[in-house]
C-alpha cells in the first residue's frame, strides 16, 4: 500500500550528509539521538503515498459526520446478580464487532490503573537503554521468541516505518520468561504481572464474543488450547515531518484478541467504510479488536479490522499491544457450528505459526495475507 520506491517522488527532501550514513537498523530513537538537527526526515522514511490523516468535522458530530468507536464497560458482567449487565455486554460486543471489528474503549476492565502505568514506564525503560543493550535482542527471524526491531516485522525491503518495537512471548511464561529483557531491572517482574492481568481480561472477552456468536461461553477459550500471547511494546519518537511517514502501516492482527494501551498521545486510528477514524485517548481504558483468528473461526461473521499509527512531531507515543491467538500447531478453520450445511468454508485451513510467519514476513499490510487464504 505505501511500500512504493521513493524514486517516484517528484522532490525529495534533502537532508544531512550524517543521515545518509546512518545505520537504520538501530532503530528511529537512536537516529533522533544521534541527529539532533534533524529538521527533514531521511528518505527511507518517505512514502511514496503520504497518509490521508482523517480530521474531524467541526459541525456537530454526528453518525454520518463523525462516528463514535464504541465504548464497553465490563463491570459486573461476571456477576449472577446483574446478569443483565452481561446480556448487556454481550449485545454491545456482538453489535460493535460486526460494524467495527475493534469496541473502544473497554472501561471497568478490573487492570489497576497503577500496573499499567508501571508498564508503560518500563516500557519507556527500555527504549531508553543503550543501543548497545538494545541490539542484543535484534533478529530477521519473526519466530524469534524475544525480539528488537525497528520499522515493520520483515527483513523483506519496505520503505522505512517511524517506529521501534520490542516482541516477546508472554503465556505460558515458563517457555520465554527466562529470555526477556533484563534491563531495566523491574522489566520482567512488572512485564509478568502485567500480562498475567491481561490474560484474565482476555479470557473474559472470550466468553462474551463466543456467546455472541451464539456459541457456547467457553468455545473460542477451548479453541485456542494452552494459547499463545505476544506482547508488541512500540516507540514513536517525536517526527520533524508527520506528514510524509507513518508509525505503523493499516494492517489486521493475526491472532484472536488484541488489547491494547497507549500513553496519551494520540496516534492510532482505524478503517472505518474507507475513512480513518482517529482512536482518542481515554485514561485507563484499553482498546481492544479481534484479529484474523476470530475472523477465520466466525466464517466472516465477524471481521478484523485495518488499523495504523500515526507520528508525532512533538511528542513521543507509545503503544503496548498484547495479541492472543491459539497453540502454534493448531489448524486455522471456521468453526463448524458456523458453517451452514449449504455453504462451504469462507477460509483455506492453514497452521498457525505458518499464517504468521506468512503474515509478519511480508512487506505488504493491510488484509492482503487475509486474502490470500480465503476460498474461491
Not at 537516529?31 to 503515498?49: E, F, G, N, Q
Not at 496519551?264 to 481504558?285: F, N
Amino acid at each position: 500500500m505505501f511500500m512504493a520506491s521513493t524514486s517516484t517522488l517528484s522532490v525529495v527532501p534533502r537532508f544531512s550528509p550524517s543521515c545518509n550514513k546512518h545505520d537504520y537498523t538501530k532503530g528511529v530513537k537512536h537516529l533522533v539521538d544521534t541527529s539532533p538537527d534533524l529538521r527533514l526526515i531521511p528518505a527511507p522514511y518517505i512514502l511514496h503515498k503520504p497518509p490521508l490523516i482523517y480530521n474531524p468535522s467541526p459541525l456537530p458530530r454526528s453518525p454520518l459526520i463523525s462516528p463514535s468507536i464504541p465504548v464497553i464497560d465490563l463491570d459486573g458482567i461476571d456477576n449472577a446478580i446483574t446478569s443483565n449487565r452481561r446480556e448487556s455486554a454481550v449485545h454491545d460486543i456482538a453489535s460493535a464487532c460486526v460494524e467495527w471489528g475493534f469496541f473502544l474503549q473497554i472501561v471497568n476492565h478490573g487492570v489497576k490503573a497503577s500496573l499499567m502505568k508501571e508498564m508503560l514506564r518500563v516500557a519507556d525503560g527500555f527504549f531508553s537503554l543503550t543501543c548497545e543493550e538494545k541490539m542484543k535482542y535484534a533478529s530477521n527471524n519473526v519466530m524469534d521468541p524475544v525480539r528488537y526491531g525497528t520499522s515493520l516485522n520483515t527483513s523483506a525491503p519496505h520503505q522505512l516505518h517511524w517506529r521501534d518495537y520490542l516482541r516477546h512471548f508472554g503465556h505460558p511464561l515458563e517457555n520465554s520468561y527466562h529470555l526477556w529483557p533484563e534491563n531495566p531491572p523491574n522489566y520482567r517482574s512488572v512485564a509478568k504481572e502485567y500480562l498475567e492481568e491481561i490474560w484474565r481480561l482476555k479470557t473474559k472477552i472470550a466468553g462474551c464474543i463466543s456467546e455472541s456468536l451464539g456459541l457456547d461461553k467457553d468455545y473460542i477459550e477451548k479453541s485456542l488450547g494452552k494459547g499463545c500471547q505476544i506482547i508488541a511494546s512500540n516507540y514513536y519518537p517525536p517526527c520533524p515531518q508527520p506528514h510524509l511517514t507513518l508509525g505503523l502501516a493499516a494492517h489486521s492482527d493475526h491472532g484472536g484478541i488484541t488489547i491494547l494501551m497507549q500513553n496519551d498521545v494520540d496516534g492510532l486510528q482505524v478503517r472505518y467504510k474507507d475513512i480513518w477514524i482517529p482512536v482518542e485517548y481515554v485514561a485507563s481504558s484499553f482498546v481492544v479488536n479481534i484479529g484474523d483468528y476470530i475472523e477465520i473461526l466466525s466464517n466472516g461473521r465477524y471481521k478484523s479490522v485495518e488499523h495504523r499509527g500515526l507520528v508525532n512531531k512533538k511528542r513521543t507515543r507509545i503503544s503496548i499491544a498484547v495479541g492472543h491467538g491459539p497453540e502454534m500447531t493448531t489448524i486455522l478453520a471456521p468453526a463448524n457450528e458456523l458453517v451452514d450445511e449449504k455453504e462451504k468454508p469462507n477460509y483455506k485451513p492453514i497452521v498457525y505459526k505458518d499464517y504468521i510467519r506468512f503474515q509478519q514476513s511480508s512487506a505488504v499490510r493491510g488484509k492482503t495475507p487475509l486474502e490470500k487464504i480465503m476460498a474461491n
